[in-house]
């Protein structure tokens, strides 16, 4: 795994590669995809606590989001509540996100609403938050 990291208090975020290419997930289909492989490592002293969205998911509540704009990828959460992952001193966490995108379209021009291509980073939400260093995403045509 290629580490790239971001230090937050207590949490590091490395992510396995700079760049991804998301392909469609259908033919003629707008929608896209790509994985991203994610490990986060508590290197604090404290028990960090990963947020969840529901208490059947696995993985943490997490975002997607551009330098500058809007993000195509940005996943709206409606959360039922549960309890967080706890990330114990020391411990690394590894996940990997199947990102899709876009998640919203215009209702008239059926036009993506943010950018599916250029420059993002992940947030994985918790306490405390982490972020990754900038990524780049092309679509494969």
Same mark, same amino acid.
Do not use: H, M
């Given at each position: 795994m290629q580490c790239i990291e971001i230090t937050e208090p207590g949490l590091v975020l490395s992510l396995d590669a700079t760049s991804y290419v998301a392909t469609p997930v259908a033919p003629g289909s707008q929608d896209v995809s790509f994985r991203i492989i994610a490990s986060y490592t508590n290197t604090g002293r404290r028990v960090a606590a990963v947020t969840r969205c529901d208490p059947g998911s696995n993985l943490p509540m997490y975002a997607?989001? @551009? !330098?500058?704009? *809007? &993000? $195509? %990828?940005? $996943?709206?959460?409606?959360?039922?509540?549960? =309890?967080?992952? =706890?990330?114990?001193? #020391? @411990? +690394? /966490?590894?996940?990997?996100? &199947?990102? !899709?995108? =876009? !998640?919203? @379209?215009?209702?008239? +021009?059926? *036009?993506?609403? #943010? $950018?599916? *291509?250029?420059?993002? %980073?992940?947030?994985?939400? #918790? &306490? =405390?938050? $982490?972020?990754? /260093?900038?990524? +780049?995403? @092309? !679509? &494969? /045509?």
């Open positions: 997607v989001l @551009t !330098i500058k704009g *809007e &993000s $195509a %990828y940005n $996943a709206v959460w409606a959360c039922t509540g549960a =309890p967080a992952i =706890p990330l114990n001193p #020391g @411990t +690394t /966490r590894v996940d990997t996100f &199947s990102i !899709i995108g =876009p !998640i919203v @379209t215009d209702g008239i +021009t059926n *036009e993506p609403i #943010g $950018a599916l *291509e250029g420059t993002f %980073y992940l947030v994985i939400a #918790g &306490s =405390p938050p $982490a972020q990754s /260093r900038p990524f +780049t995403v @092309t !679509i &494969s /045509r």
